[in-house]
């Protein structure tokens, strides 16, 4: 079975300097990854997604996640936080069978202050 | 276009009621999938559609919720004699293909009092 872990529960930033966001993996084959972002009263919304092309996957809104199977990671990362990037976000892993049930992990809030 | 809609947005059940959650994917969309959100949780699987046929219900939590597509489009989620643990929000996702991308709906709000 597959698993993705987020490491922290909120991460706090001020506006203007970069987010990190920590997710691991587990799982026994090739994965296909995600990140969703959840605004409050909103519906999940695909960041990005990597699915075994190239390990630097660039989504939207300058979001950006490097896949390292050496270390089962899948980081996401801007290089500059704004006030509308708070909200919740999701690493996401997908299963094996012919459909993709989505496992997600706890999800980190992500606070912007000014 | 329009994306997932789902209603109603916010349901107050007494414990014991009967429930009915329904979502209407993106027009043309073969795949649909309900989730489940409790509170400070990431959504956790409950089952999937192709079309009008149920494939994989195996994260329903009890044969009191069940879910329908009839016709293949709109799809309704029921809870039967609502249990406080049923408190959550339920969100519906569809899909082109079923490995493609998932687009999400705003959810439903259960709360059981």
């Known amino acids: 079975a597959q698993s993705v872990t987020q490491l922290d529960s909120h991460v706090s930033v001020s506006e203007g300097t970069p987010v990190l966001l920590r997710c691991n993996y587990s799982?026994?084959?090739?994965?296909?990854l995600f990140w969703y972002v959840q605004h409050p009263n909103k519906g999940l919304q695909l960041l990005l997604k990597?699915?075994?092309?190239?390990?630097l996957v660039k989504g939207i809104n300058g979001f950006e996640a490097e896949f390292k199977k050496s270390e089962t990671s899948f980081h996401l990362t801007k290089p500059s936080a704004h006030m509308s990037d708070a909200a919740e976000y999701f690493c996401v892993v997908s299963g094996t069978k012919g459909y993709s049930t989505l496992t997600f992990g706890k999800g980190t809030m992500l606070l912007v202050s000014p | 276009g329009a994306g997932v809609s789902q209603s109603p947005r916010y349901k107050v059940a007494k414990r014991g009621q009967d429930v009915a959650l329904r979502c209407d994917p993106i027009s043309g969309h073969v795949s649909l999938f309900w989730y489940q959100q409790a509170l400070g949780q990431g959504p956790e699987f409950l089952t999937y559609f192709q079309n009008e046929a149920q494939l994989d219900k195996s994260g329903l939590p009890s044969d009191r919720f069940f879910a329908e597509r009839p016709e293949g489009s709109v799809s309704t989620l029921k809870i039967q004699r609502t249990q406080q643990e049923d408190s959550a929000v339920y969100l519906c996702?569809?899909?082109?293909?079923?490995?493609?991308?998932?687009?999400f709906g705003p959810g439903t709000r259960l709360t059981v009092l």
């Open positions: 996702a569809s899909s082109l293909g079923s490995r493609d991308t998932q687009y």
């Open positions: 990597y699915t075994s092309a190239a390990t």
């Open positions: 799982s026994s084959y090739s994965p296909s």
